[in-house]
């Protein structure tokens, strides 16, 4: 009887796909986030699209690449998890769980679009690796049930999350797999189950027509700039930026003694959480000679020195626009602002920004909104995202028009309040 079964296989997903109307075009894709979510950016449209391509992709063709989540951030009742289940029909599951659980991979091969239903808990620190690794499986070898060996099974299925809070990812060293779209109304279900089927119809016809599902680097950086306004905000930063100013070198046990950990206390986790937190600020370990014996060190990332001559591969664009970054007060919000768009540069070896200069350069950055309370927050986004070493030729200036902020972030960033 199994045997017989396995010979018959089919996918009512494939079925239903297939058997579509082919449209006119694929326009109704171009505008989903807006008209659904009431979000206008550029970026958002594009995280729908290539979802919506993608779990295409999985489903006429198991086990393709598709290592990104969707997240939909917003208020409770706002039929976050409804706008996937009606996308997905039947053939929606909104129970995953922890991802090393057998059953729990199961789960994947049963629906077409898989939601995990404790985000929050997903994303604590020690399961960020796990986490990861999860999403970027093409392929699952489990034992399904009453089956003596295990199994390989492609995946035909997508990730996807939702959340009301304003801060759950963890992870300091990136999250370009999560494509976070900050929901502003109450979705509109009935609509999206009148246009389901015309939606899947250009998505299909996108996926045939060659186009991709993943983002290009630009868009990468912008999505990563996204993930960053929903980082948790770790209890020690605050304390560790006030202890690293001014200072040339620190140790992690001094850090620990300062946040009153007594050395007999202090554990590996401990010195772990305080290097991921000056790795967010723009440390990074180094040696350094003390009372005659070689000890590690934190100290200040150090950029290198411009070259007299330009690199003999030089930036592909035609654009010498500069856009102002501009960190303001507004009540209680910070609010960092791209006033100009322009053409995307591809960073050559080696980098162009000077380590000291009075005000810092961006330059080729699409428009973007960022919203922080927290002044070292907007430090951290800075450094990392804006004149990290994925970067290195972007032209601009930072303004800081509120002296409290410009106070803080002169500690580590040279520049003056207008």
């Given at each position: 009887m199994t045997e017989l079964a396995e010979q018959n296989q089919y996918s009512p997903i494939e079925n239903y796909l297939t058997s579509l109307p082919v449209p006119a075009d694929t326009s109704i894709l171009d505008n989903i986030a807006e008209r659904y979510f009431g979000v206008s950016?550029?970026?958002y449209q594009i995280f729908v699209r290539k979802t919506l391509i993608g779990a295409v992709a999985r489903a006429l063709s198991p086990g393709c690449k598709h290592d990104t989540a969707l997240i939909l951030q917003g208020k409770q009742g706002y039929k976050k998890s409804t706008f996937f289940k009606i996308l997905?029909?039947?053939y929606f599951d909104d129970s995953l769980g922890a991802v090393s659980d057998k059953d729990e991979r199961l789960k994947l091969h049963r629906a077409w679009f898989v939601e995990w239903s404790e985000l929050e808990s997903i994303f604590k620190r020690r399961d960020v690796s796990n986490t990861k690794a999860f999403l970027s499986s093409s392929i699952d070898a489990v034992r399904p049930p009453y089956c003596r060996d295990t199994q390989d099974f492609p995946r035909a299925s997508v990730i996807v999350a939702t959340t009301n809070k304003d801060e759950f990812l963890s992870d300091e060293t990136g999250n370009r797999r999560f494509?976070?779209?900050p929901v502003q109304k109450r979705i509109d279900t009935k609509l999206l189950a009148s246009e389901r089927d015309a939606i899947?119809?250009?998505?299909?016809?996108?996926?045939k027509a060659g186009e991709s599902w993943w983002l290009d680097y630009e868009e990468e950086l912008n999505a990563e700039t996204i993930a960053q306004e929903f980082q948790t905000t770790d209890p020690w930063l605050n304390a560790i930026v006030d202890y690293i100013k001014n200072r040339e070198f620190v140790i992690l046990s001094d850090i620990l003694n300062q946040l009153q950990i007594d050395l007999g206390r202090q554990?590996?986790?401990?010195?772990?959480?305080?290097?991921?937190?000056l790795k967010v600020l723009g440390w990074e370990k180094n040696f350094k000679v003390i009372g005659g014996k070689r000890c590690r060190v934190w100290m200040q990332a150090q950029v290198p020195d411009p070259p007299l001559d330009?690199?003999?591969?030089p930036p592909r664009s035609t654009s010498n626009h500069e856009v102002d970054l501009e960190v303001v007060q507004a009540e209680t919000l910070a609010t960092v602002v791209f006033e100009n768009q322009t053409q995307r540069v591809d960073p050559p070896d080696p980098p162009l920004i000077p380590k000291s200069i009075s005000q810092i350069k961006i330059r080729n950055l699409k428009f973007q909104i960022l919203r922080t309370g927290k002044i070292p927050k907007v430090l951290a986004i800075f450094r990392r995202r804006w004149i990290g070493p994925r970067n290195p030729?972007?032209?601009?200036?930072?303004r800081v028009h509120h002296l409290k902020i410009a106070r803080s972030i002169g500690q580590q960033i040279t520049t003056k309040p207008q």
């Amino acid at each position: 009887m199994t045997e017989l079964a396995e010979q018959n296989q089919y996918s009512p997903i494939e079925n239903y796909l297939t058997s579509l109307p082919v449209p006119a075009d694929t326009s109704i894709l171009d505008n989903i986030a807006e008209r659904y979510f009431g979000v206008s950016s550029a970026i958002y449209q594009i995280f729908v699209r290539k979802t919506l391509i993608g779990a295409v992709a999985r489903a006429l063709s198991p086990g393709c690449k598709h290592d990104t989540a969707l997240i939909l951030q917003g208020k409770q009742g706002y039929k976050k998890s409804t706008f996937f289940k009606i996308l997905a029909g039947e053939y929606f599951d909104d129970s995953l769980g922890a991802v090393s659980d057998k059953d729990e991979r199961l789960k994947l091969h049963r629906a077409w679009f898989v939601e995990w239903s404790e985000l929050e808990s997903i994303f604590k620190r020690r399961d960020v690796s796990n986490t990861k690794a999860f999403l970027s499986s093409s392929i699952d070898a489990v034992r399904p049930p009453y089956c003596r060996d295990t199994q390989d099974f492609p995946r035909a299925s997508v990730i996807v999350a939702t959340t009301n809070k304003d801060e759950f990812l963890s992870d300091e060293t990136g999250n370009r797999r999560f494509w976070i779209i900050p929901v502003q109304k109450r979705i509109d279900t009935k609509l999206l189950a009148s246009e389901r089927d015309a939606i899947w119809a250009a998505a299909v016809a996108a996926y045939k027509a060659g186009e991709s599902w993943w983002l290009d680097y630009e868009e990468e950086l912008n999505a990563e700039t996204i993930a960053q306004e929903f980082q948790t905000t770790d209890p020690w930063l605050n304390a560790i930026v006030d202890y690293i100013k001014n200072r040339e070198f620190v140790i992690l046990s001094d850090i620990l003694n300062q946040l009153q950990i007594d050395l007999g206390r202090q554990e590996k986790s401990h010195q772990m959480r305080v290097a991921g937190i000056l790795k967010v600020l723009g440390w990074e370990k180094n040696f350094k000679v003390i009372g005659g014996k070689r000890c590690r060190v934190w100290m200040q990332a150090q950029v290198p020195d411009p070259p007299l001559d330009p690199p003999l591969d030089p930036p592909r664009s035609t654009s010498n626009h500069e856009v102002d970054l501009e960190v303001v007060q507004a009540e209680t919000l910070a609010t960092v602002v791209f006033e100009n768009q322009t053409q995307r540069v591809d960073p050559p070896d080696p980098p162009l920004i000077p380590k000291s200069i009075s005000q810092i350069k961006i330059r080729n950055l699409k428009f973007q909104i960022l919203r922080t309370g927290k002044i070292p927050k907007v430090l951290a986004i800075f450094r990392r995202r804006w004149i990290g070493p994925r970067n290195p030729h972007q032209n601009g200036s930072l303004r800081v028009h509120h002296l409290k902020i410009a106070r803080s972030i002169g500690q580590q960033i040279t520049t003056k309040p207008q």
